[in-house]
């Protein structure tokens, strides 16, 4: 076990022996201590995620910074190796790559384990902290450690000049008091490029009724007003049960309640409703993942009549450009919305198992 010595340096340069303390690198309790102080790995921190499943394994911590980016660590409670930095690329591709609806579903039914806060439904906690859940991305992968061997930094360097791609790096380091028993010390230590003070904060984001006037307005710009709410009604009343119409800067999307492995039930979107958000003067359908996994039948059969492109957040589209297309597609959108409602009976009151749901 190492002793250190610390002393105190005065404005005139005498150094004043403060007191030993004793490394405990060993026993540090890395994972507890930062789910209990998260302000350690950066201030503004919101921890969401603990031992969160992943491609490949589990990652150790998910975070969401003060900018609102998703933050991925993988923890290490000795020297930090070149397989440190694989692992903590590979939990972040794999998040990455999810589409939106699948990622944010993601962290709402992992979230709630560990000393980690119950997210019912992310996507929308997220939306109130900080609007456009686009902010999310890019991804940002950290490593924590009790150091790092020079393979690993060598790593991290070539990635971030060659490709692009930072792993930032945190190595923290605890001490206990030999003078006084209890007391422990930490110190955290981070490249002198990265910045120690805490992000500007985020503006205060739109309240439901701030976000339903600025659709409003929005459509009246874009002169879609009444064929937006002539397909969103039409979609609405077909679903004939609790659907919460959640505004958008461009839109809607429509949630319904499913209830996940975990017993926890929360919102999740099955459709969206934009207006010119692709296409100009165009109203766009978006069919989102829930609806690939537990009602492919009947989206295959509407594809066999309407047609439906890729969605930029995954998941299908109808692209209304105008309003005989509308009036063209309107029966088989209809149906298919029928559809929807009647199958969700067959789950709607009991969790999904689990591996139909790590599909959503």
């Not at 461009?250 to 099955?270: E, F, H, N």
């Not at 890729?310 to 450009?321: D, K, S, T």
Request: net charge negative; charged share 25%; proline share 6%.
């Amino acid at each position: 076990m190492d002793a250190i010595t610390l002393w105190r340096m005065d404005a005139d340069g005498s150094l004043d022996q403060m007191k030993s303390a004793s490394r405990i690198d060993a026993e540090l309790h890395l994972e507890e201590l930062l789910v209990a102080q998260p302000e350690l790995l950066e201030p503004g921190l919101q921890l969401i995620g603990r031992q969160t499943p992943a491609a490949g394994g589990w990652l150790d911590l998910l975070g969401v910074d003060g900018d609102g980016r998703l933050v991925v660590y993988e923890l290490k409670r000795g020297t930090l190796g070149r397989d440190a930095v694989t692992q903590v690329l590979d939990y972040t591709s794999f998040l990455a790559e999810l589409p939106l609806d699948e990622l944010t579903a993601h962290i709402s039914d992992r979230s709630g384990q560990g000393g980690i806060p119950q997210f019912n439904d992310f996507a929308a906690w997220y939306e109130d902290q900080f609007g456009d859940l686009q902010g999310i991305f890019p991804l940002r992968s950290v490593l924590v450690g009790l150091g790092i061997d020079r393979t690993a930094a060598r790593i991290a360097r070539f990635l971030a000049q060659a490709g692009g791609i930072e792993v930032e790096i945190i190595t923290l380091f605890g001490f206990r008091d030999d003078q006084e028993p209890g007391r422990t010390y930490i110190a955290r230590q981070t490249p002198a490029e990265a910045s120690t003070q805490p992000p500007a904060p985020s503006p205060k984001q739109p309240s439901i009724e701030e976000r339903r006037r600025l659709l409003k307005q929005y459509l009246e710009e874009q002169g879609l007003t009444t064929r937006f709410h002539t397909v969103q009604d039409a979609i609405l009343e077909q679903l004939q049960e609790a659907v919460f119409v959640d505004a958008r800067k461009s839109g809607v999307s429509l949630r319904m309640s499913i209830i996940s492995p975990s017993g926890a039930r929360g919102p999740r979107p099955y459709f969206g409703i934009y207006a010119a958000y692709t296409t100009p003067g165009a109203i766009e359908i978006s069919l989102n993942g829930i609806l690939e996994t537990h009602h492919r039948e009947d989206l295959e059969q509407l594809a066999k009549q309407v047609e439906c492109s890729p969605w930029p957040h995954g998941g299908r589209a109808i692209v209304l450009r105008d309003e005989t297309d509308w009036e063209r597609a309107r029966p088989a959108i209809c149906a298919f919305a029928s559809a929807v409602h009647q199958r969700r009976e067959q789950y709607r009151s009991e969790p999904l198992d689990s591996a139909d749901h790590a599909a959503l």
